[in-house]
């Protein structure tokens, strides 16, 4: 069974930055595309950042572009989210994905073709 463990959640001051990590317990980390997607309270689950097995691709939403990156250490079994200048609007449960279904190599900002998720980690920016 593939278990995903996010980490590096907290409360912020809007403007602030903070790192998220997920290790990923699989041999095969280096062959699937990862994402992170966020769901706050209230709201439907959105897609955040992803990327490809081998970085080589990497797509944002929109409103996290020039503020988020998204990076892998296939390695460490890792992937991450820095996240700098953070605005009360990105408050929410943080959670990342490991693809499957066909080409899960892929970077995909399509939750559907998530199999493996996190249990997530609590994002908060004071504002």
């Known amino acids: 069974q593939v278990q995903l463990v996010e980490s590096g959640g907290g409360l912020v001051q809007a403007g602030g930055s903070l790192r998220l990590s997920c290790a990923v317990s699989?041999?095969?980390?280096?062959?699937?595309?990862m994402a992170w997607f966020r769901q706050a309270q209230g709201k439907e689950r959105e897609f955040v950042a992803t990327?490809?097995?081998?970085?080589?691709?990497?797509y944002y939403r929109d409103s996290v572009k020039g503020r988020f990156t998204i990076s892998r250490d296939n390695a460490k079994n890792t992937v991450y989210l820095q996240m700098n200048s953070l605005k009360a609007e990105d408050t929410a449960v943080y959670y990342c994905?490991?693809?499957?279904?066909?080409?899960?190599?892929?970077?995909?900002?399509?939750?559907?073709?998530?199999?493996?998720w996190g249990q997530g980690t609590q994002v908060t920016v004071s504002s």
């Open positions: 994905a490991r693809r499957g279904g066909l080409n899960p190599h892929e970077a995909s900002s399509d939750g559907k073709t998530y199999v493996y």
């Open positions: 990327i490809s097995w081998n970085g080589g691709k990497i």
């Open positions: 699989s041999s095969a980390f280096s062959t699937y595309a």
